[in-house]
């Protein structure tokens, strides 16, 4: 079966620290890997996903199939960062499974 | 262009009553979801719409029914309320059915009482 992990539900930085959203995913097939935000009273919106490897507001996120896992990293964070995050895997049995989330509290 | 809509935002049901949450999407996409948001549990999909005309189980469909009206629609039924459904309930819908990318409506906040 599928599953995707947040081990962290919050994590808090101080602005201009790193930042480092875990990931790690259970899945046998071929992964499809996403990362999802959720901002204070807006709805839930594509960040960014592995396909593209693309950085998105200075999130990169690299995956690691040996380790199974797809972190979500920024050098230095911004309070504007501050806001729900989660991981999500899409199969090829037509369902996306999301994360618990891990909320990114930036410290001004 | 409204993206997802989802209706109503905000609703409160007593233990056995019915209601149904409506969702349009004006994107022209096949595919349409309704998931779950819970603390501490993320979102879990309730039940899925690959393209109009079928409709599919996802994790927990249990309390819920669904209709994919047309390929705009796709409402979400719950017949006798629960306090166990006490959620934020979200739409989504995909261009086609098997993308990772969804966009999501606002979003509807449910108490059972």
């Known amino acids: 079966a599928q599953r995707v992990t947040q081990p962290e539900k919050l994590l808090s930085v101080f602005k201009g620290a790193p930042v480092e959203l875990k990931c790690n995913y259970s899945y046998s097939g071929s992964p499809e890997l996403f990362w999802y935000v959720q901002y204070s009273r807006q709805r839930l919106q594509l960040l960014l996903r592995h396909i593209s490897r693309e950085s998105i507001k200075g999130f990169t996120a690299d995956l690691n199939k040996g380790e199974t896992s797809f972190h979500l990293k920024k050098p230095f964070a911004q309070e504007e960062d501050s806001a729900m995050y989660y991981c999500a895997l899409n199969t090829r049995y037509q369902k996306v499974t999301f994360g618990i989330g891990t909320k990114l509290q930036v410290i001004p | 262009n409204a993206g997802v809509t989802q209706t109503p935002k905000f609703q409160v049901l007593k233990t056995g009553q019915s209601m149904t949450l409506q969702c349009a999407q004006d994107?022209?996409?096949?595919?349409m979801y309704w998931y779950r948001q819970d603390p501490g549990m993320g979102l879990r999909l309730i039940y899925y719409s690959a393209s109009e005309g079928t409709t599919d189980k996802g994790e927990v469909p249990n309390g819920y029914n669904v209709s994919r009206l047309n390929k705009r629609e796709f409402s979400l039924r719950l017949e006798s309320a629960a306090p166990s459904q006490t959620s934020v309930y979200f739409c989504?819908?995909?261009?086609?059915?098997?993308?990772?990318?969804?966009?999501f409506g606002e979003g509807s906040r449910l108490t059972v009482l």
């Open positions: 989504a819908s995909s261009e086609v059915a098997d993308t990772g990318e969804l966009f």
């Open positions: 994107m022209n996409h096949n595919s």
